[in-house]
């Protein structure tokens, strides 16, 4: 059985394509007009990937819906994905 959002299921969302000079806030506050956003990582891959790592307490229906919206979109010269990372 599956926690609900309100009841502990943190879902970690993988984010990349980033600029690279993607911040915390950033992130944070595009990532909060999808839904509630708990903690935000920046990851500098090198050679100008940045990632970030994004947890929000939502449920898995959720985050598939979300890694849907967005999907090679392209800004900044990247395309920019969203996938659910295993945890």
Same mark, same amino acid.
């Given at each position: 059985?599956?926690?609900?959002?309100?009841?502990?299921? #943190?879902? =970690?969302?993988?984010?990349?394509? +980033?600029?690279?000079?993607?911040? %915390?806030? #950033?992130? =944070?506050?595009?990532?909060?007009? +999808?839904?509630?956003?708990?903690? %935000?990582?920046?990851?500098?891959?090198?050679?100008?990937?940045?990632?970030?790592?994004?947890?929000?307490?939502?449920?898995?229906?959720?985050?598939?819906?979300?890694?849907?919206?967005?999907?090679?979109?392209?800004?900044?010269?990247?395309?920019?994905?969203?996938?659910?990372?295993?945890?």
């Amino acid at each position: 059985m599956l926690a609900s959002a309100g009841f502990g299921n #943190r879902m =970690k969302l993988l984010l990349t394509g +980033l600029p690279m000079d993607a911040t %915390v806030d #950033r992130v =944070k506050s595009g990532m909060e007009k +999808l839904g509630p956003v708990t903690e %935000v990582e920046i990851v500098d891959k090198g050679l100008g990937a940045v990632w970030a790592i994004v947890e929000m307490p939502i449920t898995d229906d959720q985050a598939f819906r979300m890694t849907r919206q967005v999907t090679d979109i392209w800004h900044d010269g990247k395309f920019v994905n969203l996938t659910v990372m295993n945890h």
